[in-house]
């Protein structure tokens, strides 16, 4: 498994403006993916992030809203842009990892848009 | 599109007894990966077990076993001697064996397990 950590754990932001997550692993990977969490709700994919190349966005989701970076096999940083109520989720970052193609999770990053 | 289906949003269970939370899949592959995830309200979300489709024993940790139907497209965890810190959400998550599928994980809905004393 991996160590993964998150900045900021929670935030409240007001619309319009944006912000910044980071998430850092105890380990190099290939993979890193993004997912949003809607209250009581279900996880969805919002990208893969691989070091060195573009971030591949699912449908629905765009990279003018939500540009990803990777600069490195250790880190990568997601930014929801021009922040709406409709926004406030917890944003999770995992790594994949083992042979078996097992995801490990981020603590998250709970997010409240005023 | 896969799609993963959880038919029971909350179950409960008394301490100490068993539970089983059911999960469905809808694949036309015949290699794929499962999982259980559990997410305690702290929101870290934790692996719980890994079934590999082309297994056909059954998946056991500690506690914790799945039924896997793969002709059903079946996948149930079953919580063996239920403790206070097994209340959580649990997630079923499908996994394609496919390398252009792009390593993603499709969740199912989720069940809250709730745990009485």
């Known amino acids: 498994s991996a160590v993964i950590s998150q900045k900021p754990s929670r935030d409240i932001c007001q619309r319009g403006t944006s912000l910044t997550i980071q998430c850092q692993v105890d380990?190099?990977?290939?993979?890193m993916f993004w997912y949003r969490q809607q209250p009581g709700q279900s996880l969805t994919l919002i990208a893969t992030a691989n070091q060195g190349s573009e971030a591949t966005y699912e449908s629905g989701f765009v990279i003018d809203k939500f540009p990803i970076s990777r600069p490195n096999l250790t880190f990568s940083t997601l930014t929801v842009s021009n922040m709406s109520p409709e926004d406030s989720s917890i944003y999770l970052c995992?790594?994949?990892?083992?042979?078996?193609?097992?995801?490990?999770f981020g603590p998250g990053t709970r997010l409240t848009v005023l | 599109a896969q799609t993963v289906t959880q038919s029971q949003p909350e179950m409960s269970v008394q301490e100490a007894e068993t539970v089983t939370l059911s999960c469905t899949y809808d694949?036309?592959?015949?290699?794929?990966?499962l999982f259980w995830y559990k997410q305690p309200p702290s929101r870290q979300m934790i692996l719980v077990i890994r079934?590999?489709?082309?297994?056909?024993q059954n998946a056991t940790e500690n506690r914790f076993s799945v039924n896997f139907q793969k002709a059903a497209k079946s996948f149930s965890l079953k919580i063996s001697d239920s403790q206070l810190g097994d209340a959580a959400m649990y997630f079923c998550a499908y996994r394609s064996f496919l390398i252009n599928a792009g390593n993603m994980l499709t969740f199912g809905g989720g069940t809250r397990l709730m745990v009485k004393p």
């Open positions: 380990s190099q990977v290939t993979m």
């Open positions: 995992s790594v994949e990892m083992g042979p078996f193609g097992e995801q490990f």
């Open positions: 694949t036309s592959e015949s290699d794929y990966y």
């Open positions: 079934q590999e489709a082309y297994k056909q």
